[in-house]
T-cell receptor, first 112, second 111 residues
């Protein structure tokens, strides 16, 4: 079992651009959550997807959007990138209603 | 408001010494508490959760509802314990699948 996998590992974008990050959940899991971890801080909840719909959302602007596919994989999209969006983006998977116990290695996004 | 605080950003202890990483929380209901660990160049992983009452890698944590604390303890620190530790919570009020993390404590075990 590969566990939670994320791609790409690293990404460099310019302010104003758009970015898409990808996540494949652990086998058997149906729910994907996305977190943003800024340097020196704990992960902050962005949103969660279940049955291809956004199930709940943290305190992030609409520039952050997502999608879940029928195979449970998920994408995180960020539009109009700001310098402050530079962070490690973590994906976690779980079964619906359970706390996420399995995280991916993350995607390091740098906005210049 | 639901919140997790970890007062120490950095904690250094000598190998073989006891270690305690502090965690306090505020939550309006009955939370589920976790400790996550991130070793260098590895993914964030669950260390332990209070409902399982397990001891993982020699670490234990007791939920003290009166003091709203969930401190992580180990009697004898090992060099391989050096890592970033995050206390976290979830619960019915925020939905069990939304985890709120603290800012983390970096533990350094000195040989």
């Amino acid at each position: 079992d590969a566990g939670v996998t994320q791609s790409p590992t690293h990404l460099i974008k310019t302010r104003g651009q758009q970015v898409t990050l990808r996540c494949s959940p652990k086998s058997g899991h149906d729910t994907v959550s996305w977190y943003q971890q800024a340097l020196g801080q704990g992960p902050q909840f962005i949103f969660q997807y279940y049955e291809e719909e956004e199930r709940q959302r943290g305190n992030f602007p609409d520039r952050f959007s997502g999608h879940q596919f029928p195979n449970y994989s998920s994408e995180l999209n960020v539009n109009a990138l700001l310098l402050g969006d530079s962070a490690l983006y973590l994906c976690a998977s779980s079964l619906v209603g359970e706390s996420p116990l399995h995280f991916g290695n993350g995607t390091r996004l740098t906005v210049t | 408001a639901q919140r997790v605080t970890q007062p120490e950003k950095l904690l250094s202890v000598f190998k073989g010494a006891p270690v305690e990483l502090k965690c306090n929380y505020s939550y309006s209901g009955s939370p589920e508490l976790f400790w996550y660990v991130q070793y260098s160049r590895q993914r964030l992983q669950l260390l332990l959760r209070h409902i399982s009452r397990e001891s993982i890698k020699g670490f234990t944590a007791d939920l003290n509802k009166g003091e709203t604390s969930f401190h992580l303890k180990k009697p004898f620190a090992q060099e391989e314990d050096s890592a970033m530790y995050y206390c976290a919570l979830s619960g019915a009020e925020t939905s069990y699948d939304k985890v709120i993390f603290g800012p983390g404590t970096s533990l350094s075990v000195i040989p």
